[in-house]
Structures are given as C-alpha cells and as structure tokens.
C-alpha cells in the first residue's frame, strides 16, 4: 500500500507538469535523483530551463505550503541542479520555481505558480 502523503505529493507533482506543458514547456525530469537530493520538475521551454519544487497540502492550516522549501532546501536544490547541469548542457535562462498547491477537495484544487522564486546564491 502506498504512503498517502506520497500520493498527494504524487498528485500535485502531475498537475504542476500538466501546467508547464499547457504553457509550451517541456517536462525533461519528474523525480530526478542524485547523490545531493531530488528535484521534482525539470522543464525546459526554447530559452529557459526551470528546476520546480512541488508543495502540495490538503489545507493551508499550517501555512502556504510554499513556505516549506526553506533555505536549507534551496541549497539541496541548488546543488542537485548543479549536477544535473554538470551533464546537460544549457545555454539560456535557468530558474529556481516553486509550485504551491492546495487541494481543495473533490479533486479541486488551487495552484500558485512562484516564478523564478529564488536565486543561484
């Protein structure tokens, strides 16, 4: 049986891609690993190449779930984007996203989509 909260991160990270794609974007990765951490999303329209963080929660009781990726998650996923670009080279824009997700019940839902929500540094 799976874990339930594997399925909700599951759901949303399926919407989010679904999202990108609408908007023209390429989904390259869903759950890329390596030896630094994971990255939910790895999408790439003709100029920019996108590194998503998924949250998805079943309320806001304990805040947006975007208020999760703390600092200390950016530096994971900044060093998890560094190797994948260590083997894939780009040539133009990159940026860090973050997806905010909420569902709302009878598979409704709310999204927020944080662009370029933090920085290389």
């Not at 399925?7 to 990108?20: I, M, S, V, Y």
């Not at 040539?91 to 009878?106: A, L, T």
Request: hydrophobic share 40%.
């Amino acid at each position: 049986m799976t874990d339930p909260r594997h399925q909700l991160g599951r759901r949303g990270e399926d919407l989010a891609a679904a999202h990108l794609r609408e908007r023209g974007f390429t989904v390259l990765e869903q759950g890329f690993r390596c030896r630094f951490g994971e990255i939910d999303i790895i999408a790439a329209d003709c100029e920019r190449l996108l590194f998503c963080e998924v949250k998805t929660r079943r309320s806001r009781a304990f805040g947006d779930p975007c208020e999760a990726v703390t600092w200390s998650k950016q530096q994971r996923l900044r060093k998890t984007a560094g190797w994948y670009l260590a083997s894939h080279e780009w040539p133009g824009e990159i940026r860090f996203d973050i997806f905010s997700i909420v569902i709302v019940g009878n598979g409704d839902y709310e999204l927020e989509w944080l662009e370029d929500a933090f920085a290389w540094e």
